[in-house]
């Protein structure tokens, strides 16, 4: 299995941060012809000049031929659960609505974002609703315990911490809100969304 080096806010692999499409054309067209990984197994982001800004991960694709330690955390097999809290330690990531839903975890001070299209937890195989899914569909949910992309940003593009992204806690679960409930919450689906994402639980639902 080949190693696929990260160079924090310069480089993933061989592609470089601020390098022209033609470049990155010329780097993808190696990495198929040398390891077979499909064309969408890297993604890029460019600015104004054309320059490459943030370079996207396909994990599925790219643990069938790489491995990828970075700040010794396994990148591309470590579930989504244990991925967060292993880089958490190193930088906190920003507590926001898609942090808190499970989908989005941005790690401003490495440059680093995780992405999942869909959440699914150890304690979803447990339910009643994963066992009554026909087996294909199992499979399909399961997916989901893992992150999908993983995103490195150039330094320059490394994200800010504003006061008014980050979240409270306790008030977003406690308080109406249009965006999870048409109705006031109960206390129980409160209790569950907290032990889901791994949160306190709000004194006044103890």
């Not at 994990?59 to 700040?71: R, V, Y």
């Not at 974002?113 to 087996?135: M, S, Y």
């Amino acid at each position: 299995m080949v190693d696929l080096i990260i160079k924090e806010g310069y480089s993933v692999g061989q592609f470089k941060f601020g390098m022209t499409m033609e470049e990155v054309e010329q780097c993808n067209k190696l990495y198929m012809e040398r390891y077979g990984i499909n064309k969408e197994s890297f993604f890029f982001e460019y600015d104004e000049e054309g320059k490459v800004t943030s370079i996207h991960l396909l994990i599925e694709e790219l643990k069938k031929h790489f491995q990828c330690n970075f700040k010794g955390i396994d990148l591309l097999n470590l579930k989504a659960s244990e991925l967060i809290k292993a880089i958490d330690t190193i930088d906190p990531y920003i507590r926001d609505q898609e942090a808190l839903r499970g989908f989005t975890y941005q790690f401003p001070d490495l440059g680093l974002t995780l992405w999942r299209g869909n959440v699914c937890t150890e304690e979803d195989l447990e339910a009643d609703w994963f066992k009554e899914l026909i087996p294909e569909n199992q499979e399909d949910e399961k997916r989901f315990l893992f992150f999908e992309t993983i995103t490195f940003h150039h330094k320059e593009k490394v994200f800010q911490r504003f006061p008014e992204t980050e979240i409270n806690i306790e008030k977003n679960l406690t308080q109406r809100t249009t965006t999870y409930w048409e109705k006031e919450p109960d206390p129980d689906q409160l209790r569950e969304l907290a032990i889901k994402f791994g949160l306190e639980i709000p004194k006044n639902l103890k």
